[in-house]
Protein backbone atom coordinates (compact mmCIF):
# COMPACT_ATOMS: atom_id res chain seq x y z
CA UNK A 1 0.00 0.00 0.00
CA UNK A 2 0.82 3.70 -0.06
CA UNK A 3 0.82 6.01 2.49
CA UNK A 4 0.83 9.49 2.74
CA UNK A 5 2.24 11.62 5.81
CA UNK A 6 0.78 15.66 6.64
CA UNK A 7 3.55 16.68 9.34
CA UNK A 8 6.79 14.68 8.67
CA UNK A 9 9.29 17.24 10.10
CA UNK A 10 7.39 16.53 14.00
CA UNK A 11 8.73 14.38 15.87
CA UNK A 12 5.38 12.41 15.71
CA UNK A 13 5.90 12.32 11.71
CA UNK A 14 9.49 11.11 12.28
CA UNK A 15 8.44 8.40 14.41
CA UNK A 16 6.21 7.14 11.33
CA UNK A 17 9.25 7.41 8.89
CA UNK A 18 10.81 5.09 11.68
CA UNK A 19 8.07 2.36 11.92
CA UNK A 20 7.16 2.48 8.31
CA UNK A 21 10.14 1.97 6.78
CA UNK A 22 9.87 -1.67 8.48
CA UNK A 23 6.48 -2.27 7.69
CA UNK A 24 5.86 -4.92 5.18
CA UNK A 25 2.88 -3.70 3.69
CA UNK A 26 4.00 -0.15 3.39
CA UNK A 27 5.64 0.03 -0.49
CA UNK A 28 6.04 4.04 -0.79
CA UNK A 29 5.89 6.61 1.96
CA UNK A 30 4.49 10.16 0.19
CA UNK A 31 5.22 13.15 2.31
CA UNK A 32 3.00 16.35 2.29
CA UNK A 33 3.30 19.91 3.73
CA UNK A 34 0.63 22.66 4.80
CA UNK A 35 3.24 24.94 4.60
CA UNK A 36 6.82 23.90 3.67
CA UNK A 37 6.12 22.82 -0.13
CA UNK A 38 9.76 21.98 -2.06
CA UNK A 39 11.87 20.87 1.61
CA UNK A 40 13.36 17.63 1.18
CA UNK A 41 13.01 16.06 4.41
CA UNK A 42 16.71 15.54 4.79
CA UNK A 43 17.09 18.98 5.35
CA UNK A 44 15.21 18.69 8.59
CA UNK A 45 16.21 14.92 9.40
CA UNK A 46 19.35 14.07 8.43
CA UNK A 47 19.19 10.58 10.24
CA UNK A 48 16.84 9.10 7.40
CA UNK A 49 19.19 10.20 4.61
CA UNK A 50 19.53 7.52 2.15
CA UNK A 51 15.97 5.60 3.27
CA UNK A 52 13.62 8.87 2.16
CA UNK A 53 14.40 11.43 0.04
CA UNK A 54 11.24 13.08 -1.54
CA UNK A 55 10.75 16.75 -1.03
CA UNK A 56 7.59 18.11 0.64
CA UNK A 57 4.30 18.02 -1.47
CA UNK A 58 1.59 20.24 -1.36
CA UNK A 59 -1.98 18.84 -0.56
CA UNK A 60 -4.06 18.08 -3.38
CA UNK A 61 -7.23 16.74 -2.74
CA UNK A 62 -8.57 15.94 -6.45
CA UNK A 63 -5.34 13.97 -6.79
CA UNK A 64 -4.48 12.28 -3.51
CA UNK A 65 -6.64 9.57 -3.59
CA UNK A 66 -4.62 8.32 -7.28
CA UNK A 67 -1.08 8.81 -5.21
CA UNK A 68 -1.84 7.32 -1.79
CA UNK A 69 -4.53 4.85 -0.20
CA UNK A 70 -4.37 6.91 3.47
CA UNK A 71 -3.07 9.27 4.95
CA UNK A 72 -1.83 9.98 8.50
CA UNK A 73 -1.84 13.82 9.81
CA UNK A 74 1.11 14.18 12.44
CA UNK A 75 0.34 17.98 12.32
CA UNK A 76 -0.56 20.81 15.40
CA UNK A 77 -4.17 21.92 16.25
CA UNK A 78 -6.13 23.40 13.52
CA UNK A 79 -4.77 21.35 10.25
CA UNK A 80 -6.45 18.27 10.79
CA UNK A 81 -9.87 20.33 10.86
CA UNK A 82 -9.03 21.74 7.33
CA UNK A 83 -8.10 18.72 5.65
CA UNK A 84 -9.20 15.43 7.29
CA UNK A 85 -12.51 16.03 5.89
CA UNK A 86 -11.47 16.60 2.29
CA UNK A 87 -9.37 13.84 2.29
CA UNK A 88 -11.60 11.03 3.41
CA UNK A 89 -13.95 12.33 0.68
CA UNK A 90 -11.36 12.14 -1.96
CA UNK A 91 -11.42 8.20 -1.06
CA UNK A 92 -8.66 7.64 1.36
CA UNK A 93 -8.57 6.63 4.43
CA UNK A 94 -7.30 9.33 7.82
CA UNK A 95 -5.36 8.72 11.01
CA UNK A 96 -5.25 11.89 12.69
CA UNK A 97 -2.49 12.33 15.02
CA UNK A 98 -3.86 15.93 16.84
CA UNK A 99 -6.49 16.32 19.28
CA UNK A 100 -8.58 17.90 16.63
CA UNK A 101 -11.44 15.14 16.30
CA UNK A 102 -10.97 13.65 19.62
CA UNK A 103 -13.46 15.62 21.67
CA UNK A 104 -17.19 14.66 20.83
CA UNK A 105 -18.53 18.33 21.96
CA UNK A 106 -17.25 21.27 19.71
CA UNK A 107 -18.35 23.70 23.09
CA UNK A 108 -15.65 21.61 24.62
CA UNK A 109 -13.14 21.56 22.32
CA UNK A 110 -13.28 25.50 21.95
CA UNK A 111 -12.98 25.73 25.42
CA UNK A 112 -9.51 23.57 26.02
CA UNK A 113 -7.82 24.32 22.99
CA UNK A 114 -9.15 28.10 22.67
CA UNK A 115 -9.63 28.03 18.88
CA UNK A 116 -12.61 27.03 16.80
CA UNK A 117 -13.61 23.56 16.53
CA UNK A 118 -13.99 20.98 13.14
CA UNK A 119 -17.55 20.62 11.83
CA UNK A 120 -19.36 18.47 13.56
CA UNK A 121 -20.38 16.12 10.73
CA UNK A 122 -16.66 15.41 10.74
CA UNK A 123 -16.18 15.26 14.33
CA UNK A 124 -18.65 12.53 14.23
CA UNK A 125 -17.42 10.44 11.75
CA UNK A 126 -14.09 10.04 13.13
CA UNK A 127 -13.68 7.00 15.70
CA UNK A 128 -11.41 7.30 18.84
CA UNK A 129 -8.28 5.20 17.66
CA UNK A 130 -7.65 2.85 21.20
CA UNK A 131 -7.61 -0.22 20.07
CA UNK A 132 -7.34 -2.36 22.86
CA UNK A 133 -11.02 -0.64 24.28
CA UNK A 134 -12.43 0.04 20.61
CA UNK A 135 -10.94 -2.45 18.08
CA UNK A 136 -14.14 -3.42 16.17
CA UNK A 137 -15.36 0.30 15.86
CA UNK A 138 -11.46 0.93 14.33
CA UNK A 139 -11.46 -2.06 11.52
CA UNK A 140 -15.10 -0.02 9.89
CA UNK A 141 -13.52 3.35 10.36
CA UNK A 142 -12.84 5.74 7.18
CA UNK A 143 -11.35 8.23 9.94
CA UNK A 144 -9.39 7.98 12.66
CA UNK A 145 -8.79 10.34 15.95
CA UNK A 146 -5.63 9.15 17.41
CA UNK A 147 -5.48 9.27 20.80
CA UNK A 148 -3.00 11.68 22.92
CA UNK A 149 -0.09 10.38 24.88
CA UNK A 150 -1.45 10.80 27.88
CA UNK A 151 -4.92 9.97 27.60
CA UNK A 152 -3.34 6.48 26.20
CA UNK A 153 -1.37 5.54 29.69
CA UNK A 154 -4.16 7.02 31.76
CA UNK A 155 -7.08 5.09 29.64
CA UNK A 156 -5.42 1.42 29.31
CA UNK A 157 -4.59 1.92 33.27
CA UNK A 158 -7.67 2.79 34.61
CA UNK A 159 -10.09 0.93 31.89
CA UNK A 160 -10.51 -2.64 33.53
CA UNK A 161 -11.91 -1.02 36.87
CA UNK A 162 -13.46 1.10 35.64
CA UNK A 163 -15.30 -0.47 33.27
CA UNK A 164 -16.13 -3.06 35.86
CA UNK A 165 -16.96 -0.36 39.03
CA UNK A 166 -14.61 -1.36 41.16
CA UNK A 167 -13.48 2.22 42.49
CA UNK A 168 -15.06 5.78 43.42
CA UNK A 169 -15.21 7.49 40.56
CA UNK A 170 -14.96 10.75 41.99
CA UNK A 171 -11.42 9.69 43.88
CA UNK A 172 -9.32 9.05 40.76
CA UNK A 173 -6.01 11.45 40.75
CA UNK A 174 -3.44 11.00 37.96
CA UNK A 175 -0.06 11.82 39.20
CA UNK A 176 1.84 12.22 34.90
CA UNK A 177 5.21 12.85 34.12
CA UNK A 178 6.08 13.12 30.60
CA UNK A 179 10.08 13.51 28.45
CA UNK A 180 10.23 16.90 26.70
CA UNK A 181 9.28 15.62 23.26
CA UNK A 182 5.83 15.60 24.27
CA UNK A 183 6.03 19.11 23.76
CA UNK A 184 6.53 18.97 19.91
CA UNK A 185 9.98 19.62 18.21
CA UNK A 186 9.05 23.99 18.48
CA UNK A 187 11.33 25.35 20.76
CA UNK A 188 10.00 27.19 23.97
CA UNK A 189 10.97 28.41 27.06
CA UNK A 190 9.62 25.18 28.95
CA UNK A 191 11.72 22.43 26.99
CA UNK A 192 15.33 24.90 26.40
CA UNK A 193 17.82 22.62 27.87
CA UNK A 194 18.90 25.40 30.31
CA UNK A 195 15.52 25.48 31.30
CA UNK A 196 14.66 21.67 31.71
CA UNK A 197 18.23 19.94 32.35
CA UNK A 198 18.27 18.86 35.91
CA UNK A 199 15.10 20.16 36.60
CA UNK A 200 11.17 18.88 36.96
CA UNK A 201 8.17 20.91 36.31
CA UNK A 202 4.70 20.95 36.79
CA UNK A 203 2.48 22.78 33.99
CA UNK A 204 -1.02 23.74 32.84
CA UNK A 205 -2.43 23.25 36.49
CA UNK A 206 -5.96 21.80 36.14
CA UNK A 207 -5.59 23.08 32.10
CA UNK A 208 -4.41 20.23 30.34
CA UNK A 209 -6.20 20.17 27.13
CA UNK A 210 -5.95 16.00 27.70
CA UNK A 211 -8.46 16.33 30.35
CA UNK A 212 -11.64 16.09 28.68
CA UNK A 213 -10.49 13.59 26.56
CA UNK A 214 -9.73 11.27 29.68
CA UNK A 215 -12.94 11.99 31.18
CA UNK A 216 -15.10 11.62 27.79
CA UNK A 217 -13.66 8.16 27.46
CA UNK A 218 -14.28 7.60 31.38
CA UNK A 219 -18.10 8.56 30.99
CA UNK A 220 -18.51 6.43 28.22
CA UNK A 221 -17.30 3.29 30.58
CA UNK A 222 -19.18 4.22 33.79
CA UNK A 223 -21.63 7.35 33.26
CA UNK A 224 -21.14 8.11 37.22
CA UNK A 225 -17.58 9.89 36.19
CA UNK A 226 -17.90 13.68 36.30
CA UNK A 227 -14.34 15.01 36.41
CA UNK A 228 -10.76 13.85 37.20
CA UNK A 229 -8.13 15.58 38.76
CA UNK A 230 -4.87 14.97 36.17
CA UNK A 231 -1.89 16.78 36.74
CA UNK A 232 1.46 16.46 34.14
CA UNK A 233 5.00 17.22 34.57
CA UNK A 234 8.02 17.82 32.60
CA UNK A 235 11.35 15.56 33.66
CA UNK A 236 14.66 16.29 31.94
CA UNK A 237 14.10 13.38 29.47
CA UNK A 238 13.78 12.92 25.71
CA UNK A 239 10.51 10.34 25.27
CA UNK A 240 8.59 8.54 28.34
CA UNK A 241 5.28 9.29 30.05
CA UNK A 242 4.40 7.37 33.55
CA UNK A 243 1.65 8.07 34.71
CA UNK A 244 0.63 7.35 38.24
CA UNK A 245 -2.89 6.66 38.83
CA UNK A 246 -4.82 6.44 42.84
CA UNK A 247 -8.13 5.40 43.02
CA UNK A 248 -10.33 4.37 45.94
CA UNK A 249 -11.63 0.84 45.61
CA UNK A 250 -15.52 0.69 46.45
CA UNK A 251 -14.90 -2.94 48.14
CA UNK A 252 -11.49 -4.58 49.54
CA UNK A 253 -9.90 -6.24 47.12
CA UNK A 254 -6.71 -8.75 47.17
CA UNK A 255 -3.86 -8.43 45.20
CA UNK A 256 -4.34 -11.88 43.36
CA UNK A 257 -8.11 -10.47 42.61
CA UNK A 258 -6.98 -7.09 41.25
CA UNK A 259 -4.24 -8.28 39.53
CA UNK A 260 -6.32 -11.41 37.69
CA UNK A 261 -8.45 -9.15 37.00
CA UNK A 262 -6.12 -7.05 34.84
CA UNK A 263 -4.52 -10.20 33.31
CA UNK A 264 -8.02 -10.88 32.17
CA UNK A 265 -8.45 -7.49 30.69
CA UNK A 266 -5.55 -7.49 28.58
CA UNK A 267 -4.79 -11.54 28.13
CA UNK A 268 -5.41 -11.07 24.38
CA UNK A 269 -3.65 -7.35 23.62
CA UNK A 270 -0.14 -7.44 22.07
CA UNK A 271 1.01 -4.21 23.08
CA UNK A 272 -0.28 -4.36 27.10
CA UNK A 273 2.17 -6.15 29.76
CA UNK A 274 0.55 -6.56 33.12
CA UNK A 275 3.96 -6.79 36.13
CA UNK A 276 4.12 -9.32 38.52
CA UNK A 277 3.10 -8.64 42.23
CA UNK A 278 5.59 -5.81 43.66
CA UNK A 279 7.04 -5.17 40.13
CA UNK A 280 6.32 -1.74 39.09
CA UNK A 281 7.86 -0.49 35.13
CA UNK A 282 9.66 2.51 34.31
CA UNK A 283 9.65 4.58 31.48
CA UNK A 284 13.16 2.91 29.96
CA UNK A 285 11.64 -0.03 30.13
CA UNK A 286 8.89 0.71 26.56
CA UNK A 287 11.34 3.00 25.55
CA UNK A 288 11.12 2.86 21.76
CA UNK A 289 8.25 0.44 21.46
CA UNK A 290 4.49 0.05 21.39
CA UNK A 291 4.48 -1.28 24.89
CA UNK A 292 2.12 -0.06 28.06
CA UNK A 293 3.70 -2.05 30.97
CA UNK A 294 1.20 -1.95 34.05
CA UNK A 295 1.87 -2.29 37.96
CA UNK A 296 -0.31 -2.37 40.33
CA UNK A 297 -1.18 -2.70 43.94
CA UNK A 298 -4.10 -2.00 46.77
CA UNK A 299 -2.93 -0.29 50.06
CA UNK A 300 -5.36 -2.27 52.72
CA UNK A 301 -4.37 0.56 55.56
CA UNK A 302 -5.81 3.22 52.52
CA UNK A 303 -8.33 1.82 50.73
CA UNK A 304 -7.12 2.71 47.47
CA UNK A 305 -5.40 1.77 44.75
CA UNK A 306 -2.08 2.89 42.64
CA UNK A 307 -1.48 1.79 39.40
CA UNK A 308 1.58 2.81 37.27
CA UNK A 309 1.20 3.03 33.63
CA UNK A 310 4.07 3.87 31.37
CA UNK A 311 4.25 3.98 27.33
CA UNK A 312 6.61 5.89 24.97
CA UNK A 313 4.84 9.01 24.13
CA UNK A 314 6.06 9.13 20.72
CA UNK A 315 5.04 5.36 19.54
CA UNK A 316 2.35 4.50 21.81
CA UNK A 317 1.25 7.58 22.91
CA UNK A 318 1.28 8.47 18.74
CA UNK A 319 2.55 7.19 15.93
CA UNK A 320 3.22 3.64 16.95
CA UNK A 321 -0.30 3.44 18.22
CA UNK A 322 -1.11 5.09 14.72
CA UNK A 323 0.23 2.12 13.02
CA UNK A 324 -1.82 -0.08 15.51
CA UNK A 325 -4.92 1.30 13.65
CA UNK A 326 -3.37 1.21 10.35
CA UNK A 327 -3.49 -2.36 10.50
CA UNK A 328 -6.80 -2.84 12.12
CA UNK A 329 -8.39 -0.53 9.18
CA UNK A 330 -6.66 -2.61 6.63
CA UNK A 331 -7.18 -6.16 7.99
CA UNK A 332 -3.10 -7.24 9.00
CA UNK A 333 -2.20 -8.59 11.69
CA UNK A 334 -2.39 -5.74 14.46
CA UNK A 335 1.45 -5.95 15.60
CA UNK A 336 2.90 -5.58 11.65
CA UNK A 337 5.94 -3.32 11.88
CA UNK A 338 5.43 -3.08 15.45
CA UNK A 339 6.70 -5.98 17.48
CA UNK A 340 10.52 -4.06 18.67
CA UNK A 341 11.45 -5.22 21.45
CA UNK A 342 12.19 -1.77 24.23
CA UNK A 343 15.90 -0.49 23.73
CA UNK A 344 17.97 -0.67 27.10
CA UNK A 345 19.66 1.49 28.34
Same mark, same amino acid.
Not at 210 to 230: G, M, N, R, S
Not at 253 to 277: C, G, Q, T
Given at each position: ?R?? *? ?11 L ?9 ? =? ?5 ? @?K? %???I?? @??P??? #? ?5 L? @? ?6 K ?9 ? &?? %? ?6 GQ?? +?? %? ?5 L ?5 L??? /? ?5 Y?? !??? &????I? /???? %?LP +?W ?16 Y??? $?????A ?6 ? *?D? =? ?6 ? @? ?11 ? $? ?31 EK ?14 R?I?? $? ?7 P ?10 ? =????? !? ?28 ? #? !??T??? $?????? #? ?20 ? +????L ?6 P
Amino acid at each position: MRVG *IIGATGYGGAELLRLLNQHPHVQ =EVVLYTS @SKE %GMNIQE @SYPHVS #DIYTQTLK @SINVTTIKDEVDMVFLAT &PP %GVSAEWSGQIA +EA %GCKVIDLSGDLRLQNP /DVYEKWYKR !EAA &PLALIK /DAVY %GLP +EWNREAIKKAQIISNPGCYPTA $TLLGLAPLVKNKL *IDV =ESIIIDAK @SGTSGAGRSPSAI $THFSEMNENFKIYQINQHKHIPEIEQTLQEWDEKVETITFQPHLVPMVRGIMA $TIYAKAKQPISEEMLRHLYK =EAYKN !EPFVRIRPEGAYPATKEVYGSNYCDIGLTY #D !ERTGRI $TIVSVI #DNVVKGASGQAIQNLNLMHGFE +ESTGLSLVPMYP
